[in-house]
Each structure stands twice: as structure tokens, then as C-alpha cells.
């Protein structure tokens, strides 16, 4: 069983950078599957942040990316995420994800159908 | 980025009703369509892929169905472990982006 868990500081400062861990067990995060990063503000709805393969492939939501660098680490089974020039509107629940994926002629893709989920980190940005 | 619009944004059911929520996409996502349930204070969970295919280990009082940009969610006779929020989402491009939500409620 595939168990996903963030980590990381639940406090961080306006303009401070944001940096998550999510670990994986119970399965290899150099599978053909692709490692997301999704958030929900409280209260609100859910946004996808952006994803990674376990070659450094990655993809971000436009509307964060000047902003995003998600990474892995294949030795220690785990990819994080950071978010720089926070403010109060990124405070919100960070969830790391796992999601689909396929290889077909030579490229593999992410299908983000996010089947294995961690608990969720609250993050909240304030001084 | 593709909007996604859920109807009706709550709704109060009874056990044992049957329950359909409503996805429309703002342009033609094919059958990238994805379902998940998640109840307060816990991590959405995937019920639903592919429009109509069901995640493994997930009731089968759970059915989805649509393609191009109208989709459903039933639920053939609600259990009290139902009363949750619903989401989908659209996985056709990138950025994959989510409906705001379908809060049912116990009646």
C-alpha cells in the first residue's frame, strides 16, 4: 500500500519561501507514476500546483510557476516542493499526490488521476 | 485554463436516495474526467476516472458518466458514509484544474 506524508514548517513569513517534503513508501517514486502537489485554501476548493517525474520532468500550474520549484530525490524516496514570495493568499492545506501515468513511444505521461494521497499539511503565512 | 462548474453547489439527500451531480467543462475535455470524495479534515479520495471508470475499491453505488464537456456523478442509494463534498476535475490539459465543490448533506 502507497503511503504518501508531508512535512515541513507549518508557520512561514510573508515574502519567506515555502518548502515541503513528501515522502513515499510502499512504493517507488521511480515508477511510471508522476508526484503532484495540490492545495486547498480553508474553506475552499482545491488547486493543482504542479508535478514531477522521477526523471526531473516537470509541470507547473502557470498561474504559480514564476513561483514554484517542486524536485525529487530518488535516494530518499521523496519530492518537495517550495513556493517563494508568499503572502497570506498561499496560506492554505498542501497535499502531495500520486498520479498516473504511462510511457508511450519513448515519452511517458501524467494522466493526474491522483489515486494515493498524503494527510495534508496546513501552512499558514503571517508574520 | 479550462473552467469546471459543478450543480448544485449543496444539496441534502436522504439515505437511501439516489443523487446525481452535474460537471459541465468550459470547452471539450473528451472522457478526462475525474471524481473524488472527501470528507472534512481528510484528503480527497478518487472515485472516478476516465469519466466512467471506477477507482479500485470504490462501491459500485458509485457510476459516472458524460464525455465533451458534460459529465455525472450517481450515486444509486445514498449511505450515511456518503455525506461529503464531491470534486471533479479535468485532467485534458495542463493546468489540470477542479470544479468548486458539491457539498451533500444529510436531510
Known amino acids: 500500500q502507497v503511503q504518501l506524508q508531508e512535512s515541513g514548517p507549518g508557520l512561514v513569513k510573508p515574502s519567506g519561501t515555502l518548502s515541503l517534503t513528501c515522502a513515499v513508501s510502499?512504493?517507488?517514486?521511480?515508477?511510471?507514476?508522476?508526484w503532484s502537489w495540490v492545495r486547498q485554501p480553508p474553506g475552499k476548493g482545491l488547486e493543482w500546483i504542479g508535478e514531477i517525474y522521477h526523471s526531473g520532468s516537470t509541470n507547473y500550474n502557470p498561474s504559480l510557476k514564476s513561483r514554484v520549484t517542486i524536485s525529487v530525490d530518488k535516494s530518499k524516496n521523496q519530492f518537495s516542493l517550495k513556493l517563494s514570495s508568499v503572502t497570506a493568499a498561499d496560506t492554505a492545506v498542501y497535499y502531495c499526490?500520486?498520479?498516473?501515468?504511462?510511457?508511450?513511444?519513448?515519452?511517458?505521461?501524467?494522466?493526474?488521476?491522483?489515486?494515493?494521497w498524503g494527510q495534508g499539511t496546513l501552512v499558514t503565512v503571517s508574520s | 485554463d479550462i473552467q469546471m462548474t459543478q450543480s448544485p453547489s449543496s444539496l441534502s439527500a436522504s439515505v437511501g436516495d439516489r443523487v446525481t451531480i452535474t460537471c459541465r467543462a468550459s470547452q471539450s475535455i473528451s472522457s478526462y474526467l475525474n471524481w473524488y470524495q472527501q470528507k472534512p479534515g481528510k484528503a480527497p479520495k478518487l472515485l472516478i476516472y476516465a469519466a466512467s471508470s471506477l477507482q479500485s475499491g470504490v462501491p459500485s453505488r458509485f457510476s459516472g458518466s458524460g464525455s465533451g464537456t458534460d459529465f455525472t456523478l450517481t450515486i444509486s442509494s445514498l449511505q450515511p458514509e456518503d455525506f461529503a463534498t464531491y470534486y471533479c476535475q479535468q485532467s485534458y490539459s495542463t493546468p489540470s484544474t477542479f470544479g468548486q465543490g458539491t457539498r451533500l448533506e444529510i436531510k
Open positions: 499526490a500520486r498520479g498516473t501515468g504511462y510511457c508511450s513511444g519513448g515519452s511517458c505521461y501524467s494522466s493526474q488521476n491522483f489515486d494515493y
Open positions: 510502499g512504493g517507488s517514486i521511480s515508477s511510471s507514476n508522476w
